[in-house]
């Protein structure tokens, strides 16, 4: 069975720091890239950073470029988004996605986690 498990959202003041997790099972973690997405009420899905499935390459939204680090560890099935600086409009549910890394773009297979609630916030 295929899971996803993020954890480490909260509350936080502006300035402050989270670091989010997503713990992965039921499927070959090293296959897939690994991608962390923010959603707010009433708007569309943003993808934040995105890392290849071995870890050799990182890509960030503009927004959060310079604050926010994606990391993963192949060995423990996990990826990590360190969230410093934190602003007020990161304020989101933030969740795991995890997309399989193969040349059959129309057939990977896309998984995703529930997602855990960051709030930046005095």
């Known amino acids: 069975q295929v899971q996803l498990?993020?954890?480490?959202?909260?509350?936080?003041?502006?300035g402050g720091s989270l670091r989010l997790s997503c713990a992965a099972s039921g499927f070959t973690f090293s296959r897939f890239d690994m991608k962390w997405y923010r959603q707010t009420p009433g708007k569309e899905r943003e993808l934040v950073a995105v890392i290849?499935?071995?870890?050799e390459s990182t890509n960030y939204a503009d927004s959060v470029k310079g604050r926010?680090?994606?990391?993963?560890?192949?060995?423990?099935n996990t990826v990590a988004l360190q969230m410093n600086s934190l602003k007020p409009e990161d304020t989101a549910v933030y969740f795991c996605n995890a997309e399989e890394a193969t040349k059959w773009f129309q057939f990977r297979r896309i998984y995703w986690g529930q997602g855990t609630q960051v709030t930046v916030s005095s």
């Open 5 to 14: 498990a993020e954890s480490g959202g909260g509350l936080v003041q502006p």
């Open 52 to 55: 290849s499935s071995i870890g």
């Open 68 to 76: 926010f680090t994606i990391s993963r560890d192949n060995g423990k």
